[in-house]
């Protein structure tokens, strides 16, 4: 059936407006229709690579997984300007996924093709990092003057995900946001965040639900592209993650292109997905790899056969205590991905060992050395920026 979530049950909460922007201090922001020109991409840089998106069918005859070819990058590389506003610019008809850096934890900016901004989870789990101020420059960097967002989502009660968002989000008007799991889950602080935000612009997601494949999520406009709920709140089966298995999992599609965003999503998670949803339909250019590279919760094999992402994207603390990404999960994502220019990549053979390659050639990246990692895609190419 349909995520259709059940509103948030009014809160005892004060009056006061959630934290907004002064507009009367700020120019109007231009209109979408009035930002810069559709270009094949941003500007050329050193930090930049190139794939083409494969349009997606079902196979004729039965829908099983259809084989993907390695990928290779084209020619080109560009450069990542950085978290200078210039990079914010969003032009028209482009989706781009903002990776940010928060250390050990997960935040993604969804800045649509139409101008509609979705932004999934904001948090870290080292209280060093709890402050990321280059996430936030970057985050407004992107916003630019209208310092808006239509909807937030919380992908489940994990303070990693959520936990800088006040922070994050401190002078930004946000539309609507969507919380997963019971309030009790979260802590005091957040709590009291959220009673700042009037009832009727949250959502609090505690029913597991989907999207049907052929019906994109009603509530999450991302204006031509299309966002599909794959999992939330999913409970009930033996997990030593209950809170992860919550994860709300999303697949965005803009024409070829699509991106699977697993939270930390877990073999629980997965084994639902793949239960609903035929395998060439899962079929991704980029995924999200799930738990931060965790190998005793996320990445199954089916996971990966079905997803069989071209580039993957892992959001993980350089120096963390986990051990992620690990580098089993690494390898079982690399047999899809294809190949990118030489960066350097870090993954953990075991919890404590730590391990760097220079000049890593697969197309998966990490926060943790790449910094915020920007994915864009004009429905056909897509390319990926990292910030170092
Ligand atoms: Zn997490």
Redesign the pocket.
Known sequence: MAATPEPIAPVASSPSPPPAASPSEEPAPPAPTEAAPAEEGPSPSDKRDNFKAAPKEPPAGEAVPKEKKKGSLGGNTFGFPGVRPVLAQPAAQQLRLHFLDVGQ??STLIECPGGERILVDGGSGIAASASPEGARDHLRGVLGNSMSIDMVVVSHP?R??YNALPYLLEGVQVGHVQVVGAAGEYSGSFVTWLAAIPSSRKTRITAESHDPLDTPNATMDCGPATVHVLSVSARGTPDNSPKNSLSMTLMVSYRDFDAILTA?ATFVTEKKILGRYPSWWLDAELLKIG??GSSTTSTSPDWVTATAPDIAVVSSGFDNSHGHPRQTVVAAVATKTGTAAAHAFRWYRSQTQPEEVADYKEAIYGTGTSGTIVVGSNGSDYWVEQER
């Open positions: 934890g997960d994990d990693d995900h930390d738990h931060h």
